[in-house]
Every structure is written in C-alpha cells, then in structure tokens.
C-alpha cells in the first residue's frame, strides 16, 4: 500500500516497476492467467468486507447493487479474460506476401499501465480495465477515489496481499495526489470520471505523450420512438436510474418522447417507482446520494431548473418527502418542460433526476441528439427495424442499445468505451487486451529473398523498367 503524495516518490515507484517489467521478461499466458485468478480471489474472497465498506463510503448502498454491479460483473469480466488470453496472445500472421518471406503481428505488452478509477463503481471500474492490462501482460499502478476512503484504503490494503508490488502498487490520495499520478510516464493511462477532469488527464499525460484512455460519460439520451410500448420504456428506464440512484455513467440522462405520450410516461413513472420501492428514505434497496457536496448540487439542478420554468414531479411513493438531508436520500424526480438553458441539461446529472423532452416528429429528436456532444450511450425503443436501423446510421455514440438500457457493459465480447467528449478507447474483453498491448509488425525474410533489392543504387534499369510498367 502507498500513501504517498509527491511527484518524485510516485515517480520512483514507477520506475521500479518498469525496471521490472523488463527485467522479468515478458509474462507467460501462465503467469497473466495466475494474476487474473489472483485478482478474482480477491473479491470474491473479500466480497462482505468490500460491499461493507462500499455501503459505509456512500452513508447507504444497497448490497444487491454491489453484488451485481462491483462483484458479479467484475469476477465475470476477469474469468473471461483469463479463459480466452492464451488465443488472444497467439501471433496474427498475415498472407499473401511476395517473396520468401512471412509476416505476422505480434501482441507485446506496454509495460506500466496506470488507471485512475472513480467512486460510483470502485471495484469495477479499477479491475475492469485491470482485466486487459493484466491480460496484455502489463503491470499496473491503481489511483483509486479519495471519495470512497473506506474501499479504497481496504483495496490498498488486500492487494498488497494477493499481488507483489511490482505487479500492482495501489495509491492512496486526493485530488492532488490524482494530479501528480496523471504526469507520470505511464506506458498507458487509463482516467475514467467527468468529461472536465479527463481534459486535465489527457493535457497531464500529452507532456509525456502518454496513450490514454479516456472514459467520460456525458449525457446519455433515451429516445422513445412514437411506436413504443411506454410502459417498457418506463421500466427499462427507470430501473437503471434508480440503480445506484443514476450514478452511473452509462445512467439515462434525459429522454425524447413524443408529446402524445407524455402524460402516460409520467404515469407509468410513477406507478414504476411505487412497485419498486415502498419508501425511500429507511428502504435498504435505495442507495444514498455519495456525499453532501453532490447532494447539494443535485437539488441545485431541481431549484435552477424550476427557476427557469420546468415542472418538477416528485415520484416518491405515498407522499413521502422528496429530499431527505439526514440520509442524503434524493427520490426519483421527472423534470418537464426543460431547455437548454437549464443547469440540468447541460451537464451530466449522476443522480435520480430524469429531464423529459416531447417531440412532434422523430426526425427533431434525432437532431436534438445530434446538436450535442456524442454521448457514452444512446438508447433507442421501437420494435420497428427500418427506425432502429434509421437512427443506428444517424447517430453517433460509444454504444446503442435498442429497447433496454445499459446492457451491453456486462457482455464482454462487446468493447466499452466513448467517442469524443465521451472518451476515447475500448476496453473489455479482447478489446481491452488489443487496448493495452502494442500491435507490433514483425517480418521474416529468407536469406534468398533480397527485398531491399529494389531500392539499391544504381538506378537506372530500375527506373526505365518501372516507367515501362507504368506505359510510360
């Protein structure tokens, strides 16, 4: 476990780690395999203590949420990891080549990977890209969230345990601390949390020329199409914004309905909430608000935008408060009426608020979407295939997902990742494995193949039997 914070001592740790890394040589599919199946033992081994910790940092969240979420899907990435890497390791040859010579890629581990995590997911957004690196063959430093003290000084804590510190050191610290870890000379950078810290990541690692990739969230639309069922939109939908509250990057952030539905969205929103949670305040299904700071921005965003004309429904059950300051508790709320010009829609929300905009034709809808900055994910409801097939080819976002939300970030044959402000690279599966090793050409000749031939001087034959190939 380190603690420390400066430039220098980071740097030194870095260091020793890369000396390391070329000093072991290369790791066998044997050794990547046995660091997979360490790191899945350490969650599953810890599991009470880690969702422990995870309810502690957050005031209250449900276990069910960290079970699914920070333990189930994280083993599973890792397990598939560790089953496919002896194929994804295996050299690429390419075909069709002139001459005695053969040609392949070769799949070579970068060496140091650092990984920022945040604090929504702590243990699945560290391990999962820890899935690629330890797969690739890499080493790697972990930043975990300050925000969560509790999981992250006992992920400290348990990988000194099951790893050697040459194979993942953990870093324990503040912002500053965050800052320092982002200008090291890292092989690779991984950073996700908010598109504004991610520009400081990418500027922070650019004076090195670190590779990085960059998982930004942003603000992810459902676009209900006129054809939809509403009450399955309104299911699919609200069950991942009250999953973790919404503090989810991939969580729906705002929603497209047509004007005729919009009652009936409100509606079955309501009904919705009230089958899934009978309170909310003292329900051990419902997880608090991270901490007071985001709390407090979150019902700024109601206030502005009330201020600014929207209709705000609360979808508490039994007239229950809304906002519980106690327990940090925020209900699910509708924002109707919304524009631009609002707080809310203009910044990613990660919280149980959900803006709702109606739409006359489709097409606005789309072009809504596609006046804004490309999000993590879009989500799409119609069983109609010429409208899915319409606005997959009209929009652009990390990911599409038509008549569910979030699903694909548990399949991990599927990459995972943004594009433009929502971030750059993939990770998952053997995407997060090409992610973290270098694509390396490697070409072969025998002694009797003499390509370079054609490049010697002098020449004169050369250049009057290429202009003759040419008809010239």
Known sequence: MTTTQSFHD???????????????????AELRQDRLQRAIDLITDNQKALTQ????????????????????????????????????????????????RSAHIQQQPLGVVGVISPWNFPIN????????????????MLKPSELTPRTSELLAELVARYFDPME???????????????????????????????????????????????????KSPVLVAPDADITHAVQRTMTVKTFNVGQI??????????????????????????QSFATIADNPDYTSIINQRHFERLTGLLDDAKQKGATIISLA???????????????????????????IMQEEIFGPLLPVKTYEQEQQAIDYINQHPRPLA????????????????????GALIINDIMTHASIDALPFGGVGPSGMGAYHGIH????????????????????????????????????????Q
């Not at 449900?62 to 083993?75: F, G, I, K, P, R």
């Not at 991939?250 to 009230?274: G, M, N, R």
């Open 317 to 343: 059950p039994n007239n229950e408060p809304s906002i519980d300051q106690a327990t940090r508790t925020i209900a699910p709320h509708l924002i109707l009426n919304v524009n631009d010009d609002m707080a």
């Open 249 to 274: 990057c991939l969580s729906p952030d705002y929603v497209l309905v047509h004007k005729d539905h919009l009652e009936q969205w409100a509606s079955a929103s309501k009904q919705f909430v009230a």
């Open 378 to 397: 879009a989500y799409y409801f119609s069983d109609d295939e010429q409208r899915q097939e319409y606005f997959a080819q009209h929009t652009t976002s």
């Open 168 to 218: 993942l050191a953990v870093v324990l610290g503040d912002a500053d601390v965050g800052q320092a870890f982002s200008q090291l000379p890292f092989d690779h950078l991984v950073f996700t949390g908010s598109t504004a810290v991610g520009k400081h990541v990418m500027r922070a690692a650019a004076e090195n020329l670190v590779p990085v990739t960059l998982e930004l969230g942003g």
């Open 10 to 28: 980071l740097n030194s740790i870095l260091q020793r780690m890369k000396k390391a890394h070329l000093d072991t040589g290369p790791a066998s």
């Open 125 to 140: 957004l560290a391990f999962g890209p820890l899935a690629g690196v330890f797969a690739a063959g890499n080493s790697a």
């Open 53 to 100: 910790a995870m309810s502690d940092d957050f005031g209250h969240r449900a276990e069910y949420q960290s079970l699914v979420a920070d333990v189930v899907t994280t083993v599973n990435g890792l397990m598939h990891a560790k089953s496919n890497v002896k194929q994804w390791m295996q050299p690429q040859p390419v075909f069709g080549l002139e001459g005695d």
């Open 432 to 471: 997060g494995f090409n992610n973290f090793t270098h694509a390396k050409a490697v070409v072969v000749h025998e002694q009797s193949d003499d390509a370079s031939e054609r490049l010697r001087a002098p020449y004169q034959d050369k250049a009057d039997a290429l202009k003759q190939a040419f008809g």
